[in-house]
């Protein structure tokens, strides 16, 4: 019997598991791909407050070191369903299951699809989803980016260091990310900003060779001769497996306050993959506390 089970090994749930193992609780993460969540894939993290520069995968790193020498469990395993018992749950995933008194889900979110013909093909055949991943391979080449968000302004700054040439596609007039990252890519001569414009079509017969363009002002299209595009457009949370256990508002997030409570006594919200304003890796790391704590305390 464990005393917490953790959903998820992103910031949120392994910043819960350090809160849980140093309140004295018996903590085991199941994840299902790898530990660190989204901010694996992110060149560089400027913004968590007391480090002023790491590499998502160094921050990803450390905080996976720091939770399991404290002692908690990491388990590679696949969460299904969970039941609820008089007193406990049981967590089943596709190789067991296993008893807790409370759960804590943590399972963020993941990269929204951009829709267009033949994504699904192309990627991994020049069409990617981490420009931290995948930059490497455009070295020299011409790459795009589509997207309005911090992620992919930065993207577009990690990429700019690799390739001749760098496209920033996003369908609005203004970008939705950090004014500091948009001066530094004004600032960039192999960055060319393309405002109000869509990717319609992805060209090449086994790897992308191209992508068209759509300018949605003039209706004109271009086609821009690229080994790479990078979908950055923000992510969606996939909380299926629990829908009948507790709330999801119409987005897919689960319903939960700034105290990580769910509509379902003994379970936890934390992270991106719960209802609130700002996702950012600092309010993931809270989150993490927050429903550590309160899992204790109902435990307790
Ligand atoms: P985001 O902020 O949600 O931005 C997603 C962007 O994609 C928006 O500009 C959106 O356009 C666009 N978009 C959405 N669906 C689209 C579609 N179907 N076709 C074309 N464009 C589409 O996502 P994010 O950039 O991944 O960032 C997620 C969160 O993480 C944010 O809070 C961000 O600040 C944070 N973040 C922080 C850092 C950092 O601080 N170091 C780094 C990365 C991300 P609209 O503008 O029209 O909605």
Same mark, same amino acid.
């Given at each position: 019997m464990y005393d917490l089970i953790i959903v998820g090994a992103g910031t949120a749930g392994l910043s819960a598991a350090i809160y849980g193992v140093r309140a004295g609780k018996c903590v085991l993460l199941l994840e299902?791909?790898?530990?660190?969540? =989204?901010?694996?894939?992110?060149?560089?993290?400027?913004?968590?407050?007391?480090? @002023?520069h790491i590499s998502g995968y160094e921050f990803a790193e450390e905080l996976h070191r720091q939770a399991t020498e404290l002692g908690a469990e990491l388990k590679y395993e696949k969460v299904r369903e969970i039941r609820k018992h008089s007193g406990f749950m049981t967590v089943k995933t596709g190789r067991g299951a296993y008893d807790c008194r409370a759960v804590i889900l943590a399972t963020g979110a993941k990269n929204r699809q951009l =829709?267009?013909? @033949?994504e699904k093909e192309l990627t991994g055949a020049g069409v990617s989803y981490c420009a931290t991943c995948d930059g490497a391979f455009c070295k020299g080449k011409n790459a795009a980016v589509v997207g309005g968000g911090n992620t992919a302004l930065e993207d577009a700054v990690f990429l700019s260091g690799y390739c001749q040439k760098v496209y920033l596609i996003h369908r @609005?007039?203004?970008? @939705?990310?950090e004014e500091r990252l948009i001066q530094t890519l004004r600032g960039k001569e192999n960055v060319e900003l393309m405002l109000e414009s869509q990717v319609v079509r992805l060209n090449g017969e086994r790897h992308l060779e191209s992508v068209v363009v759509r300018n949605d002002r003039t209706g004109k299209e271009r086609e821009l001769s690229v080994t790479a595009l990078f979908i950055a457009i923000g992510q969606v949370p996939d909380n299926r497996a629990f829908a009948d256990l507790v709330s999801l508002d119409a987005y897919g997030y689960i319903e939960a306050g700034e105290d990580c409570r769910t509509s379902s006594e003994g379970i936890f919200a934390a992270g991106d993959c719960r209802t609130k304003t700002v996702r950012q890796l600092a309010t993931a790391a809270a989150d993490g506390a927050a429903a550590a704590v309160a899992a204790c305390s109902y435990i307790q």
């Open positions: 299902e791909k790898v530990y660190g969540g =989204q901010i694996i894939s992110a060149s560089a993290v400027e913004n968590y407050p007391g480090i @002023r =829709q267009v013909e @033949r @609005r007039k203004e970008f @939705r990310g």
